[in-house]
């Protein structure tokens, strides 16, 4: 294993409804210079469409700031940075060529593959518990029946007789 799995999953995260990972990380991963790995991007621009990566927007950078995901702005270098997909960076395999970038896009893509499943077993087990909360809030409404039915069986027969006494009265 050429990198930590966990400096992988930490490095992967959700911008725009994506995973993605930052250009700094994964040049980082690659053993290569971020304006390296960025220039390789750039001179195969054809090879990176929008869902593969995109640009993330100061208000972006500042909220992954304010969340603790980066320290500060500074760890960008002074600019914004770019993020790929899974798909991109699997393309960044066919612009990176060296032995390394090569296993650690394997790694990744292993990682990914990894997360997918488990999102997909957590989809399962949120459908069987939503199954189970509507269940039980339809038993709940009869349990409160059933309660209501015990509590005026309990009553005691003095609080019965309180409402008005039983039988002939004469004024």
Known sequence: MLVAEGKIVRGIYLMRGKKVMLDKDLA???????????EQVKRNKKRFPADFMFQ????EVDLMVSQNAIPSKKYFGGHFPYVFTEQGVAMLSSVLNSDRAIQVNIQIMRIFTRLREIMVSHADLKRKIEAIERK????????QLVFEAIRKLLESPDETHKKGSIGFHSD
Not at 56 to 59: C, I, M, P, Q, R
Not at 136 to 143: L, M, R, S, Y
């Open 56 to 59: 993330l927007t100061a208000k």
């Open 136 to 143: 039980f809030q339809a038993h709940d409404q009869k349990f």
């Open 28 to 38: 980082e991963l690659y053993g290569v210079k971020p304006i390296r790995l960025r």
